[in-house]
């Protein structure tokens, strides 16, 4: 079985400044990672993926993570924060990608501060 | 592309009765659609997977009598609620994972915007 643990339900950071939200897993073999987000009364957008290749992933609205198989982590960044990436965010695993259903982390609520 | 839908948006229903919320894939076939329910400020939890033409997979502690789940086609799964009582109300997710063409990733699933359960 595989898990996920955000540190951090709620992360605050100031307009400009860096965006981390910190993702940990467990998973018995090499896993797929997601990262989405959610705004208020509306479903997920996926952010980025990781299955296989290169570590470093990008995504959409200047989003990246790096997969890190030594620390089981996948953490979320953006060089600078947008009043506009306020929105709860997921990490999410699977064994197979989109062949199975996802397991999630907590969510880290992501609050800008202008 | 790769647009999922979900109808209703919100649903308000007295306790005893049953809802049917439907899941739709707009422009792409999706054998299997996964059903979740996220609670107030928590996360998503998997209840089943559904595969089409044959009978769905609950995750354990989901009572399959309480939800049904049928995916009569390629593009449409539906999950009913069958008595529903207050604890029941919750935001019912769905996700449908492509399987073939267009410009999407095969290896992704793609969310619907959710449904709204109030059970009164």
Not at chain 2, 38 to 59: C, D
């Amino acid at each position: 079985a595989q898990s996920v643990t955000q540190l951090g339900s709620h992360v605050s950071v100031s307009e400009g400044a860096l965006v981390l939200l910190r993702c940990n897993y467990s998973s018995s073999v090499p896993p797929y990672l997601f990262w989405y987000v959610q705004y208020p009364n509306q479903g997920l957008q996926l952010l980025l993926k990781y299955t296989t290749g290169a570590t470093l992933v990008k995504g959409i609205n200047g989003f990246e993570a790096e997969f890190k198989k030594s620390e089981t982590s996948f953490h979320l960044t953006k060089p600078s924060a947008h009043m506009s990436d306020a929105a709860e965010y997921f990490c999410a695993v699977s064994l197979r990608g989109g062949a199975d259903g996802l397991t999630f982390g907590k969510g880290t609520h992501l609050i800008i501060q202008p | 592309g790769a647009v999922v839908s979900q109808h209703p948006s919100r649903v308000i229903c007295k306790s005893g009765t049953s809802v049917k919320i439907e899941c739709r894939s707009l422009d792409f076939q999706a054998t299997t659609m996964f059903w979740y329910r996220q609670f107030p400020k928590k996360s998503l939890m998997l209840m089943a997977t559904s595969n089409e033409g044959s009978k769905a997979t609950y995750e354990q502690g989901v009572e399959k009598d309480k939800f049904l789940i049928n995916h009569a086609s390629l593009t449409l799964s539906t999950l009913t609620v069958t008595s529903a009582h207050p604890e029941d109300s919750s935001f019912y997710i769905c996700s449908a994972r492509v399987i073939s063409g267009s410009l999407v990733s095969v290896d992704e699933q793609f969310f619907g915007p959710g449904t709204r359960l109030t059970v009164l």
